[in-house]
């Protein structure tokens, strides 16, 4: 659904849970736009990725909303909120392993009727993951981890959506991938004009990667701003980014005041 | 020598997953496992433990053959693994999921003074590094996917085992608490356990590991000490990158 205007995502003081009484959102207000790319880092368990399914419909949001330019999308459900234009590229290895690599980004597109247009689309995919041309026909199992994380984003693409939700996008990923990997999601950003919310361990070059960076830390945001000032800041160097060594809990549960 | 490794090969259909591969690891040592993505070091990982079958070569545990024994006979030499993908038990309590693998019914253990006591007070300290300990009575199906990580790698300090091995310890986890679990595989080095890990995170590898092996394409590409290997030219290549 592109427009002219710059799309916006927001997250106004989400609560939310997947079974009652164990409490995983707090409370979590953010804003992204089509421009941006967003990074979520924290320690596990903070609700990173429950940010994500909150936004697709996957959690059970309990107060706030979800809005996307204005609209309310809260508890929409997940194809709804996908047929407005935010793609949800879950966690760990998602393709489908005795599919081939054009089959898996068909699959992204069943939605979709036209199938002309599908296959325009996988066109376009193949010109930004070049390597996914040359394995069309290969079963994706047989890909390497970071050809298969391309795989999964294409997959996503074929909506040709707004925003792309991306959890943990260099899990398992060599060095030189992860970097290659990251590289693909800026230029996503930068001339596809998507907007990205990922959520990253690799907090380092998660943030290097981003415009935005949010800290969450047991269902709340601790701290945001811009991806460089984030780690330029000694606090948050010290408790999420590994440079406190072990008195790192002791120091979180101090901030916490 | 703890491991050796003697022109082991394993082919998936067409495929030479491990070519010829051969190495030793120094023993009482930290040993880190890296390579591309597809370099074969998560097979390795299954030859070794009796996961998949060989094509041909040998493995060598303490100067003995180990290849051909099921996993549970490569466990009861002392040898136990963690995985990539996950596997606690959902609808046990955390500290049940840690004292599953400590229960046995061999008559040798009954004929040994009762360790539960000990047990249980080794996995609350466990859980209370990971930063768990809050959620010890709850079922694992509430954890994140990676505090189930977490979960499982606590799982394999809990067996008295004499060699680790860990698949990815780092991916997913949080680079703070990382550092703490740093200390513990030191700290349970000190005592003598050994460890293999395969890892990707650079930080982790030179900091933790004394020797490091390379894969890549199936074969052996570099071993050496940790400064040597951030120094070879083909390593840099293949894997790190600029």
């Avoid at chain 1, 074929?158 to 260099?170: A, K, Y």
């Avoid at chain 1, 991938?177 to 919310?197: A, C, D, M, P, T």
């Avoid at chain 2, 390795?44 to 998949?52: D, E, I, Q, S």
Wanted: with cysteine; glycine share 10%.
């Amino acid at each position: 659904m592109p427009t002219s205007e710059t799309e916006i995502l927001s997250l106004n003081d989400i609560k939310a849970s997947y079974t009652k009484g164990v409490k995983i959102l707090r409370s979590v207000s953010l804003e992204i736009t089509q421009k941006k790319i967003a990074c979520l880092i924290g320690p596990n368990g903070a609700g990173k990725s429950t940010v994500l399914k909150a936004i697709m419909g996957l959690a059970n949001v309990e107060s706030g909303s979800v809005k996307l330019n204005g609209e309310n999308i809260t508890g929409m459900k997940p194809h709804e909120v996908m047929h407005r234009g935010i793609a949800y590229v879950p966690q760990g290895r998602t393709v489908f392993p005795e599919m081939t690599v054009w089959e898996n980004l068909r699959m992204g597109g069943f939605i979709i009727k036209d199938k002309q247009l599908v296959e325009d689309r996988i066109q376009e995919i193949f010109n930004i993951f070049p390597i996914l041309y040359d394995y069309r026909n290969q079963k994706a199992y047989a890909l390497s981890g970071g050809e298969q994380q391309m795989v999964e984003m294409g997959r996503v693409l074929i909506l040709d959506p707004s925003f792309m939700l991306i959890d943990e996008p260099s899990i398992g990923l060599a060095p030189k991938v992860r970097r290659l990997v990251f590289e693909k999601i800026i230029s996503l950003n930068r001339e596809k004009r998507i907007g990205v919310l990922m959520v990253e361990q690799n907090a380092i070059q998660g943030l290097e990667a981003s415009d935005l960076g949010y800290v969450l830390d047991m269902g709340r945001v601790r701290f945001s701003g811009p991806g460089v000032d984030l780690l330029r800041d000694e606090r948050i160097h010290k408790l999420y980014l590994g440079g406190g060594g072990k008195d790192y809990r002791k120091a979180r549960f101090e901030t916490d005041t | 020598m703890s491991f050796e490794f003697r022109e082991v090969i394993k082919d998936f259909g067409g495929i030479r997953a491990l070519d010829r591969v051969s190495f030793k690891t120094p023993h009482g040592a930290i040993t880190g496992l890296i390579g591309p993505n597809g370099s074969g070091k998560t097979t390795l990982f299954n030859v070794l433990t009796g996961f998949l079958p060989m094509d041909g070569g040998q493995i060598f545990y303490k100067n003995d053959r180990i290849d051909g024994l099921k996993p549970h006979e490569v466990v009861e030499l002392g040898i136990i693994r963690t995985f990539q993908i996950t596997r606690v038990f959902p609808k046990l309590t955390l500290l049940e999921n840690l004292l599953v693998p400590t229960r046995t019914n061999l008559i040798s253990d009954l004929l040994r003074r009762p360790k539960t006591p000990k047990k249980l007070e080794k996995a609350q300290q466990l859980l209370e590094i990971i930063g768990m300990s809050a959620y010890m009575h709850e079922p694992a199906s509430i954890l994140s996917f990676g505090q189930s990580k977490l979960l499982e790698l606590t799982l394999s300090f809990m067996i008295d085992a004499d060699i680790i091995l860990l698949d990815e310890p780092s991916a997913g986890i949080n680079p703070s608490l990382q550092s703490g679990i740093n200390d513990w595989i030191e700290a349970e080095n000190k005592e003598g356990k050994e460890f293999l890990i395969i890892e990707h995170n650079m930080e982790v590898v030179m900091n933790l590991c004394h020797h490091i092996i390379v894969l890549h394409n199936g074969q052996k590409l570099a071993q050496g000490e940790p400064a040597e290997i951030q120094q070879d030219e083909e390593v840099l290549d293949a894997y790190l990158g600029d």
